[in-house]
């Protein structure tokens, strides 16, 4: 996939409002002064209110990372683009839509 590449500062959600935060492995690939993102790495979020009926809390809690770059990898793992092929997933596995990204840095872009 082409686009800019993901990196620990950048500004995403879940579907659902809740603050997605990405923790970064092994930071060896930097960009802007933040580490760049892998498919390897976590995503978590905080903050989400998702509800499936009858009203049990099932908030998302990590992002699954499905595709990254084919051609761009940092230690071995590729790269994550944006926008993301990825799915948040709650603590029961369920997934509930891919990660929303608001800000992010926009000099290195993979093709």
């Known amino acids: 996939m082409a686009g800019p590449i993901l990196h ?6 879940c579907v659902h409002g809740g ?11 930097m960009l ?3 580490p760049a993102a892998t498919i390897a790495d976590q995503g978590m979020v905080a903050g989400c209110a998702f509800t499936v009926p009858p009203g049990k809390p ?6 699954q990372w499905i595709v990254g770059t ?5 230690d071995g793992a590729p790269l994550i683009t944006v926008p993301p ?7 029961d ?6 990660p929303i990204v608001t800000s992010v840095q926009t000099r290195v872009i993979a093709t």
């Open 93 to 98: 596995m369920i997934p509930a839509g891919p």
């Open 58 to 63: 099932q908030p998302c809690l990590t992002t």
């Open 32 to 34: 802007g002064g933040m």
């Open 70 to 74: 084919a051609r761009v990898l940092a």
């Open 8 to 13: 620990a500062g950048a500004v995403a959600q």
């Open 19 to 29: 603050m997605l935060t990405i923790i970064v492995a092994s930071p060896r690939v």
């Open 85 to 91: 092929i990825a799915t948040t997933l709650s603590a």
